[in-house]
C-alpha cells in the first residue's frame, strides 16, 4: 500500500505500465485516450453543425458517394484545429476550409 501512495498521487495514470504492466497497460491508457478525444470531437461536432455543412460541400467533389461519412471524421479528427480558428476569427475553419 505505502507503494501505491509513494508518488504521492501524481502520474496515476501510468502507475500500472511503471510496476511492470506491460504495453498492453499502456495501450489501454492510449486507447482511453483516444476515446476521450473521440468523444470531445463529438460533442464540438454536436453544437457546430453548420462545420460539418462548410466540410460535407468540400469533400462532395472528391468523394461523392461518401462526403457525409468524410465530413464528420474529419471534423471529429481536427476538432482542435476548427475551434482554435474559432476563436481566433470568429466562425470555425476561417481560412483552413
Not at 460535407?56 to 471534423?75: K, M, N, R, W, Y
Amino acid at each position: 500500500m505505502a507503494d501505491d501512495e509513494s508518488d504521492g498521487g501524481r502520474f496515476r495514470f501510468l502507475r500500472a505500465y511503471r510496476r511492470g504492466g506491460g504495453a498492453a497497460s499502456l495501450a489501454d491508457r492510449a486507447l482511453l485516450v483516444a476515446l476521450g478525444y473521440t468523444a470531445l470531437g463529438a460533442v464540438y461536432l454536436g453544437f457546430n453543425v453548420p462545420v460539418l455543412d462548410r466540410l460535407e460541400s468540400l469533400f462532395s467533389a472528391q468523394f461523392t458517394v461518401f462526403a457525409d461519412l468524410i465530413a464528420i471524421a474529419a471534423a471529429v479528427v481536427l476538432w482542435p484545429l476548427l475551434l482554435i480558428t474559432a476563436w481566433a476569427c470568429g466562425t470555425a475553419g476561417c481560412g483552413v476550409l
